[in-house]
């Protein structure tokens, strides 16, 4: 299920904080996975995987679709480069990531839209996850929930810029009493699996990074 030379994504605890980090599927036989040394996605710097950790693996496997598991760290193995080894359960104890699942953070992007039967407009988001994106709605727009239409969200991140093209369907309109503003929500229905998983962490890291802010507070 899981590709040679595939992203993988390893999640765990360490010191009472949820950790993300990333490495490359080396080798899969015999219930066994064999990645690369792990990076911190938030630092870039290599981590440290204690024998017996667990761990949550993620990735996307062959049909472009994200998954994860439990696993545990077997040990270390060396040949030309050095390599984790981990765990892999039963096929069964491999799951889909449900949309529910994906972590939401707040974000002000740029977000190019482009309904079917109206020109293109730029609007801005207030919230995003990996399965969905909320906007607010400039005067002048309104949609009905089912209503599909086409999106180019802009993400910045330490300088670099990624857009993200995808189909999307309106979930949700409605008017925030809080604000005064007329938002919408809606859910991704054409993006690809890399992107999809570029949103994911994407996510976590705003996540941790709010965290970490809070405790410094």
Known sequence: MIEIGENIYLEYIEENELKKAKSKAVSNENNELLI???VDVATGRTVILHNDMEVT??????????????????????????????????REKVKRIQRRQYVRTDAVLDVRMQPAAEEE???????????????????GHSFQ????LSLIISLSENEN?????????????FDDPKTGKH????????????????????????????RRKARME
């Open 57 to 90: 693996v993620e990735f996307v496997g062959k049909d472009e679709v994200p998954y994860r598991f439990t696993s545990r760290i077997k040990g270390k193995v060396k040949d030309k480069l050095q390599m984790i080894c981990l765990e892999v359960p039963p």
């Open 183 to 210: 938002k919408m929500t809606l859910e991704y229905t054409g993006i690809s699996a890399s992107d999809q998983q570029f949103l994911l962490q994407y996510c976590i890291r705003r996540q941790l990074n709010k």
């Open 121 to 139: 407009f730029s609007t801005l988001s207030y919230n995003i996850s990996a399965g969905g994106i909320a906007l607010i709605l400039a005067d």
């Open 145 to 148: 929930s089912g209503e599909s």
């Open 161 to 173: 810029i990624r857009q993200i093209e995808t189909e999307a369907v309106v979930r949700r309109v």
């Open 36 to 38: 690369a040394y792990p």
